[in-house]
């Protein structure tokens, strides 16, 4: 009888954990295509921006209202918290030469589809250095079983990607061999888009 219950427990643990991987997948490219117009101009628009001024942005608190700053000059990273839109944050981004505007512009757009960080990170194609953009959502409205909060992340690519047959995302053509960002696996939405459901949202 003890076996049994085992062997029901364990079957109803693994029936659990494929359905929400199921579910997680499909609301991943739901969500992706739902937002697709907004989450593409956040991401030019940013990119427009960064090619100025490295920076990154991000929200540190649940109501999306203060804001983190990250200004990336050649020798430092200069990192600023700012409640709302007061003043001090235009004259910061005035100071490091960052249009005012456009980065308030896309400080609200960020906010309306609840994204809480976007990022640009270097990575290398045989020994070419490329670049991503890496931004990251909450909340995801999967409710996985034994786990914590989750964000899904997304990375956008310039050029398009190799995948394997389950559409994760992989280094190269010829290797076969995974490629992680911030240590975590990515899967297809499509070829320059790609997702991961992460317990860490930078």
Known sequence: MRISRNITF??????????????RKLFSKRYYLENEKALTAIEQDYKAIYAKKAFSLGFTDRSFNTVSVEIITDSLKYIYDFEGTENRMQDTLLKYGLPVKPV???????????????????????????????MSIRPVSVHLPFSSEKYYI????????YFDSEGLLLDNRKQRKLRKVNGEIFHRINDKVCYTISGSFR
Do not use: E, H
């Open 154 to 161: 997304l990375s956008f690519y310039a050029q398009p990607q």
């Open 104 to 134: 308030m512009q896309l400080i609200r757009d960020m906010r309306s589809i609840k994204c809480i960080w976007i990022n640009n990170l270097d990575y290398y194609v045989n020994n070419q250095k490329r670049q991503l953009v890496f």
């Open 10 to 23: 364990f079957s109803l643990v693994t029936l659990l954990l494929l359905g929400s991987c199921s579910t």
